[in-house]
T-cell receptor, first 111, second 115 residues
Framework: GNSVTQMEGPVTLSEEAFLTINCTYT??????LFWYVQYPGEGLQLLLK?????DKGSNKGFEATYRKETTSFHLEKGSVQVSDSAVYFC??????????FGTGTSLTVIP | GAGVSQSPSNKVTEKGKDVELRCDPI?????LYWYRQRLGQGLEFLIY????????KSGLPSDRFSAERTGESVSTLTIQRTQQEDSAVYLC?????????????FGSGTRLTVV
């Protein structure tokens, strides 16, 4: 079946630290992979996506590379800011209509 | 509207009562999803609407759950005879196209508490 596993939080970092949030997936075929972000009090927003192996999605300084060999889509940012504090969700979409989401990782960035 | 709007934002109901949750998608978005997020868990797919096609109801957990959408407008999710395990945040999302690769825009959700 299809599933997503992401690292448990919460994660607390100092401003300008390097961020990695791990995400691995299980799927048949060639799913599309996504990272969504939920800022406090807001709905989930698409952060970045990759639709095929070796693609790199990037947005707002965040990056994630679709690694089929390791079935991973880890989220990285070189220097986090306080404004990056949010909950981050890894997700996949395979054939069919639904997305499969991870449980979310809460990130807090302290000044 | 500018975003996906859900109402109410919070709902507390007594066990056994019926509740209706509303979602206003972004104008022109043909695809609409409902998801549920229980405390400490990931998002759980409930139902998908695409234009005037028959909805994909494969995620509805029981026959107490139903949803409607007229054309490409408002959707309502109805839970009959609510149970405590129905307590969750119910999220609605809409998208411009069928595949979802455009990305989904989510509403802020309705937090349902069954007491």
């Amino acid at each position: 079946g299809n599933s997503v596993t992401q690292m448990e939080g919460p994660v607390t970092l100092s401003e300008e630290a390097f961020l990695t949030i791990n995400c691995t997936y299980t799927a048949t075929g060639y799913p599309s992979l996504f990272w969504y972000v939920q800022y406090p009090g807001e709905g989930l927003q698409l952060l970045l996506k990759a639709t095929k192996a070796d693609d790199k999605g990037s947005n707002k300084g965040f990056e994630a590379t679709y690694r089929k060999e390791t079935t991973s889509f880890h989220l990285e940012k070189g220097s986090v800011q306080v404004s990056d504090s949010a909950v981050y969700f890894c997700a996949l979409r395979n054939t069919g209509n639904q997305f499969y989401f991870g449980t979310g990782t809460s990130l807090t960035v302290i000044p | 509207g500018a975003g996906v709007s859900q109402s109410p934002s919070n709902k507390v109901t007594e066990k056994g009562k019926d509740v209706e949750l509303r979602c206003d998608p972004i104008s022109g978005h043909t695809a609409l999803y409902w998801y549920r997020q229980r405390l400490g868990q990931g998002l759980e797919f409930l139902i998908y609407f695409q234009g005037n096609s028959a909805p994909d109801k494969s995620g509805l957990p029981s026959d107490r759950f139903s949803a409607e959408r007229t054309g490409e407008s408002v959707s309502t999710l109805t839970i009959q005879r609510t149970q405590q395990e129905d307590s969750a945040v119910y999220l609605c999302a809409s998208s411009l196209g069928r595949t979802g690769d455009y990305g989904y825009t989510f509403g802020s959700g309705t937090r349902l508490t069954v007491v």
